[in-house]
């Protein structure tokens, strides 16, 4: 399931590359059409899961008798690129977040 | 500053934090009645067409004063930890291990993404067809007038730490 969201994302992210490398919509645009790829992609994630955790309260189910979560791949999930940011992610949502504003204040106009 | 922290009462941390939450709010008010005053007597257009990316104070300067102001919010946040340990559990734990709260916390989060998802909708949709997006607003009001613009910023910077990753 997991996997499927990330095509999904990356799928998003091409079509905006593409849409920009053609001429179809100028960089200002892309940018925004990135972070709704992205932000609407959580969303979608977010939802279902709320969406699990009702069925749970209303059916009284367990935790296998309800659908699937999404979830990281396995791969991924047992790399170190994901073990390092776990092990780090009270500081890395600072330095996401500080870089975010930086690189839109940057290159966001 | 750790001790004192420790040692001063919990109801004390309450009034501070309803306090400090009014005194933005009442800030954060008076932003925007300046800024709606500023418009209804305005004989011309108040910025340029597209706005400045400059205003009378430099962008360093609006910057570091965000910084400063989340970076205020976020050490209010961290002392109220201080007398109400639950906030430091983790979603799904001790006091917030019950299903319900879990499904109230993640319908916010929910609801809050997809409302960042609209606007930057909004913003692709009104740069495509060539209107003003949000963003020229505010950079407009920066332009106009770039102290309230950069209170306005500042509040809201302040607020954002508050609520932004409740430190552990």
């Not at chain 2, 929910?110 to 692709?124: G, H, V």
Request: glycine share 6%; hydrophobic share 60%.
């Amino acid at each position: 399931m997991g996997r499927a969201l990330l095509i999904l994302l990356f799928a998003e992210w091409a079509l905006v590359v593409i849409a920009v490398a053609t001429g179809r919509i100028i960089g200002d645009v892309a940018w925004f059409l990135a972070a709704f790829a992205l932000t609407s992609t959580l969303f979608l994630l977010t939802s279902y899961d709320v969406v699990v955790d009702a069925l749970h309260v209303a059916t009284n189910a367990d935790d296998d008798e309800v659908p699937e979560r999404f979830s990281l791949p396995p791969q991924l999930a047992r790399s170190q690129i994901v073990k390092w940011a776990q092990q780090r992610e009270k500081h890395l949502a600072w330095v996401l977040f500080g870089a975010g504003i930086v690189a839109g204040h940057l290159w966001w106009h | 500053m750790v001790a004192l922290i420790k040692n001063t009462p919990a109801h004390r941390y309450m009034i501070a934090s309803v306090v400090g939450l009014v005194a933005s709010l009442i800030v954060l008010a008076y932003v925007l009645v300046k800024a709606v005053y500023a418009i209804g007597i305005a004989n011309a257009g108040l910025c340029h067409d597209p706005p400045s990316l400059t205003g009378s104070i430099s962008q360093i300067t609006v910057v570091a004063v965000c910084v400063a102001c989340f970076v205020a919010g976020h050490a209010v946040s961290w002392a109220g930890t201080r007398s109400r340990s639950e906030l430091r559990d983790k979603l799904g734990q001790t006091a917030w291990s019950a299903r319900r709260a879990v499904i109230v916390v993640k319908t916010a989060l929910a609801l809050f993404l997809a409302l960042l998802s609209a606007l930057m909708a909004l913003e692709a949709l009104m740069l495509l067809v060539g209107i003003w997006p949000i963003t020229y607003y505010v950079r407009c009001a920066a332009e106009a007038n770039t102290p309230i613009a950069m209170l306005g910023a500042g509040i809201f910077t302040f607020l954002a730490g508050r609520w932004f990753w409740i430190p552990r």
